[in-house]
Structure formats: structure tokens, C-alpha cells
């Protein structure tokens, strides 16, 4: 391989997203504008997200996954999900990476931001 092929191999490996993982909690804020009234708020329980290379993961604080979301290259996502608790599927639509999150339950109408309130980074 030549020296210039090995440096952008090099490069490519060392800045890919997949080497960089971030974990942040958040809690959910209805969009009261942009949902019914059938739509309630959420307990300020914090869910914990975990972003590896190309995967969200969401999970309670206290433990136990709510879901995971396959993420684009640049962060973006727009994923259904299952919510185990409400056995419903959510749209997940947004940035990761900018940490710029809804969720919206499409059968009554609610829309969520996913707000975040702590975060952390590992390597």
C-alpha cells in the first residue's frame, strides 16, 4: 500500500464514528402545539442514551432497554420503534449526533422532544 493509502486508511479508521460512542440522559417534553389532548406527559424518570458508531440506544435510568435505532453516518435518524411499556410503535426522527430528538406516536397524535439534562462522554 502506498504512504498516502495507508495515512487515509489511517485517518478513515481513527475519525470514523464508529470509534466514538456517547452516552447523555434526557426526559421527554411534550410539544403540547403539536399533539392532542389525549397526549401526557412523562414522570421525569431520565432514559439514558447510549450512541455507538450507528446505534441508538435508549434505556430506563434504573435499567432495561426501551429500544434501539439504527443511526445514519451524519446522526440523522427516522426509525420506528417499539416501546415496550406502551406496546405501540413510536417514529424516532431526528439528529443523534446534535442530540436533536423527537418521538411521535403517530395513533394519538403526540409528539415528544427528547430533551437532554445530563450528559457524559466515554471514549
Not at 464508529?18 to 389525549?38: G, N, R, Y
Not at 413510536?90 to 403526540?110: D, I
Amino acid at each position: 500500500m502506498t504512504r498516502i493509502g495507508c495515512l487515509a486508511f489511517i485517518a478513515l479508521v481513527g475519525f470514523s464514528s464508529h470509534a466514538k460512542a456517547e452516552s447523555w440522559f434526557a426526559d421527554l417534553e411534550l410539544i403540547a402545539d403539536k399533539s392532542t389532548v389525549l397526549c401526557t406527559s412523562f414522570a421525569t424518570d431520565h432514559r439514558k442514551l447510549d450512541l455507538s458508531g450507528t446505534v441508538l440506544t435508549a434505556s430506563y435510568a434504573a435499567g432495561g432497554i426501551l429500544f434501539t435505532a439504527q443511526v445514519a453516518p451524519d446522526g440523522s435518524v427516522d426509525a420506528m420503534v417499539k416501546i415496550p411499556a406502551v406496546s405501540t410503535l413510536e417514529r424516532l426522527a431526528g439528529n443523534a449526533a446534535s442530540r436533536q430528538l423527537f418521538l411521535m406516536n403517530t395513533l394519538f397524535s403526540c409528539t415528544w422532544k427528547i430533551v437532554p439534562v445530563e450528559s457524559g462522554r466515554t471514549q
